[in-house]
């Protein structure tokens, strides 16, 4: 590590492990070099905090399978150097993956932030309509651009890995998730997904399985309350200047798989239709649905 210019750790997400990890690599490392960290969940400004140059700390999170996926989320801390975010944006199109800037240490950064309250929204969708899981997945595969459906997606994930985030990331911000209990009772089961054999849905055998989706099946579901959930979060992220809208459509095309943009399929579905969804949600359901004041203006 001594002689190192960059240093990437991705030891599992714990913050206590992570801290004892830096505090030993600080002890040895040289005046130059930047530490980077994998998380994607934890906060970058918390970790830094453990060493003596948290200029020269960064989070770095690369996309699982990292040997597939071309998304780097880079996320400056509170301290983090210019120079140090330049740099390693270079760094990351050197190694022939894409950059997206998160400018703020929020919790879950950008595709987090959008994906896992998107899991546990689902599941309220699901007690709220009485929509099975297919034909849930197959309306945000179908209609809203999706490669899978959100179960699907979540199966392929980890329970162990969304129900750690989701705790994190509740943890530091009340706003950015409404925790479903099923989320806490699948990790407790060791209902992990196809890691387990079992997670939404049930996997034979090691080998990748797609679930049947179908067109005719996403006709029996409208997926709006997840839009609209997915919409407030990434509005969130506009209006609290963490990112903007090219880099959001940037890193939901590269991290998510989206294949059409996702402000363009809400205002296919009609931004004010999603804004009523909000409100009648927010009455029903609690302030946790009430509209970002940036979902007005772009009416």
């Not at 130059?32 to 453990?50: C, G, K, V």
């Not at 998304?71 to 894409?98: A, R």
């Not at 297919?134 to 595969?141: F, M, P, R, T």
């Amino acid at each position: 590590v001594h002689d190192s210019d960059l240093v990437i750790e991705a030891v599992p997400e714990i913050m206590e492990l992570k801290k004892k990890v830096y505090a030993e690599l600080d002890k040895v490392a040289n005046d130059r070099i930047i530490f980077a960290s994998n998380t994607s969940t934890l906060p970058i400004t918390e970790i830094a905090d453990t060493i003596s140059r948290p200029d020269k700390f960064i989070g770095i999170h690369f996309f699982n399978p990292p040997q597939l996926m071309k998304l780097v989320e880079v996320i400056p801390g509170q301290e983090t150097s210019n120079d140090v975010v330049d740099l390693t944006t270079n760094f990351v199109k050197s190694v022939n993956k894409i950059p997206v800037i998160c400018r703020k240490d929020v919790p879950g950064f950008i595709i987090n932030r959008l994906f896992i309250p998107m899991v546990h929204e689902a599941c309220y969708l699901q007690d709220r309509t009485g929509a099975s899981l297919e034909e849930i997945d197959s309306a945000v595969k179908f209609k809203l651009g999706f490669p899978m459906g959100i179960f699907e997606l979540a199966d392929f994930t980890g329970m162990d890995v969304i129900h750690k985030a989701t705790v994190e990331m509740h943890l530091r911000d009340k706003k950015v998730i409404n925790p479903h209990k099923s989320i806490k009772k699948m990790f407790d089961d060791k209902k992990l997904g196809q890691k387990s054999g079992e997670g939404y849905y049930k996997y034979s055998d090691d080998k990748y399985e797609r679930v049947e989706l179908s067109e005719e099946l996403a006709q029996k579901c409208n997926p709006i309350q997840l839009v609209a959930n997915v919409l407030n979060n990434a509005a969130w992220l506009i209006t609290n200047g963490a990112s903007d809208v090219e880099e959001i459509e940037k890193a939901v095309k590269l991290g998510l798989g989206l294949r059409k943009p996702l402000f363009e399929t809400a205002k296919e579905i009609g931004i004010q239709n999603i804004i009523n969804e909000l409100n009648k949600l927010a009455q029903e359901h609690g302030e946790f649905y009430k509209p970002d004041p940036l979902l007005e203006s772009m009416i």
